[in-house]
């Protein structure tokens, strides 16, 4: 590992605004395992949403050479996992039942716009997402587990990669292919430009979340559909917990996840 290794230019570029959205509340609230099934579903939900665009346009360029390196569907994709834990949780017809924020929309419209027009910064979003939740899964999900009186994993698949044997290795792996790419300085400058990026736009979904949950009714939550919600009043009230609640558990999943500089 050297300075001009972008796994660890990315570290550096993304170091202030990591620390402080370790140290929020929200983050510790998480910590202390304060997190409800209710939260957890919908957070399920804008995760949803962030892999499916992410990993079709990962697929999509598959075959571009800054993304090929680090493609690795079978052992890293998430899909497929979240959504056997949606259908646990909302039934077989939970695709009518999610919600998402605005924030999300937009973090996806992102993605979209990069996979188009710049496919290498997808390499961004790659490492901070799935190396992050690599590394954190199994912690965290005994402490979901835990906080939600879950008596089994089920619901918890998320959590889980069962295609990667031993992370230690594989974050070695995939670090190493990531740092194998080849990048104009131009490049390379907007690459970490875009791990930055990557930070703001999972903190706008966390600011979209707190109206979400304080304008929402609950009973609403389990019956509306996947458009964007976009709420402007943000009054104070009893669902304030809810919400320290449920954005320690976003913070810890997206990529500032608790494990993303522990490999």
């Not at 079978?74 to 924030?103: C, H, M, N, Q, S």
């Not at 961004?124 to 190396?131: D, G, M, N, P």
């Not at 458009?227 to 558990?249: E, H, N, W, Y």
Request: proline share 4%; aromatic share 10%; charged share 25%.
């Amino acid at each position: 590992m050297t300075d001009r290794d972008l796994s660890e230019q990315i570290k550096k570029v993304t170091m202030e605004i990591h620390t402080r959205a370790e140290k929020t509340e929200l983050m510790m609230s998480f910590m202390r395992g304060q997190v409800t099934l209710a939260q957890y579903k919908l957070l399920l939900c804008s995760l949803y949403e962030v892999y499916q665009t992410l990993e079709e346009e990962m697929e999509r360029n598959s075959n571009h050479p800054g993304v090929a390196p680090i493609y690795f569907p079978t052992e890293l994709a998430r899909l497929d996992a979240i959504a056997k834990d949606l259908e646990y949780f909302y039934g077989r017809d939970w695709r009518e039942k999610i919600v998402v924020p605005a924030a999300t929309k937009r973090y996806c419209h992102r993605l979209r716009q990069i996979g188009k027009e710049n496919p290498v910064f997808l390499v961004a979003h790659a490492y901070t997402r799935y190396l992050g939740d690599l590394s954190g899964g199994q912690v965290l999900g005994r402490i979901a587990q835990k906080s939600m009186g879950l008596k089994s994993s089920e619901g918890l698949s998320f959590f889980a990669f069962p295609g990667v044997s031993n992370p230690t290795l594989f974050k070695q792996l995939y670090r190493s292919r990531m740092n194998s790419v080849e990048l104009t300085e131009e490049e390379r400058n907007g690459m970490l430009e875009e791990a930055v990026r990557a930070f703001e736009l999972n903190i706008q979904v966390f600011d979209d979340l707190q109206k979400m949950l304080l304008t929402i009714p609950k009973q609403k939550l389990q019956t509306c559909s996947t458009q964007s919600v976009d709420t402007l009043q943000i009054p104070i009230g009893k669902t304030a917990p809810l919400f320290r609640m449920v954005m320690g558990l976003f913070v810890a999943l997206a990529t500032v996840s608790i494990g993303l500089y522990a490999f």
